[in-house]
């Protein structure tokens, strides 16, 4: 690994692999961060209008993102007489319709209820949701006889403690990424990282051990049949919620 790549990946976050296409990507959505701060400071104290967030969008999607405005995009892509803003269009099919609101304007789910139906009705499984200032992605996860949108990356390019954490999101909804399947494992990541899982891992054997090692450590004990149970019971009792444990 060159220092280049050691920089960048020290600047970004901590990874267990580093490709050629992932430092330089990543290196990319940085410098598109700092260039478009300024501008995006300046729509939000005006409070700029839809139009003008638009235009700031499409030059982010294309600049940090990778997606080209000309090849990869479309406009006021409609359905059922309705349309949203953007359509990212890959290998001819539709890969994530794209809603944007103006800059000032509070995000949340009833943002993208045309783009739902839309991304069911053509077998899309993205949404990308932003207003310019706050960037989501959704997955739509199978849910009965619908899709629930899932929360993959949200962030605040204006916040700038999550700088690190920003330039890590915005990595994950590049085209490469998506291309590469980042953006998928970041979504099987998320679905690993629910309480449930979570919970059901804190049983498992590995860390049942790791922890019976590390109270046997604190307590000085040799140890004794049944601490697996012991602690197990603990778990399961005292510290798991039971609707957790399936």
């Known amino acids: 690994m060159d220092a280049d790549e050691t920089q960048v990946m020290s600047r970004t976050a901590e990874f267990t692999t580093s490709h050629g296409w992932e430092t330089a990507v990543r290196g990319r959505v940085a410098a598109a961060v700092d260039r478009f701060t300024g501008p995006l400071t300046e729509l939000a104290e005006r409070d700029a209008n839809d139009g003008d967030t638009r235009l700031l969008v499409a030059d982010f999607f294309d600049v940090g993102l990778n997606f080209s405005k000309y090849r990869d995009m479309t406009t006021e892509y409609r359905t059922g007489g309705d349309s949203i803003d953007y359509a990212i269009m890959l290998e001819g099919s539709l890969f994530a319709p794209v809603e944007v609101r103006r800059i000032g304007q509070d995000l949340d789910l009833r943002n993208i209820r045309v783009s739902r139906r839309l ?19 959704y997955h739509l996860r199978p849910d009965g006889d619908g899709h629930r949108p899932i929360p993959v990356v949200d962030i605040d390019l204006l916040d700038q403690d999550a700088y690190d954490r920003n330039v890590d999101g915005l990595f994950h909804m590049t085209r490469y990424a998506v291309e590469h399947g980042r953006l998928d494992a970041l979504r099987r990541w998320r ?12 049983l498992s054997d590995e860390v ?28 399961t009792e005292e510290v798991i919620p039971r609707g957790l444990i399936g």
């Open 119 to 137: 991304a069911a009705d053509e077998g899309a499984e993205w949404i990308y949701l932003t207003n310019g200032r706050v960037w989501r992605v």
């Open 208 to 235: 049942v051990a790791a922890v019976r090692g590390r109270l046997r450590e604190k307590a000085e004990h040799p140890g004794h049949l049944g601490e697996e149970e012991e602690i197990r019971r603990v778990l």
């Open 191 to 202: 679905e690993a990282a629910d309480a449930g899982p979570v919970a059901r891992t804190l």
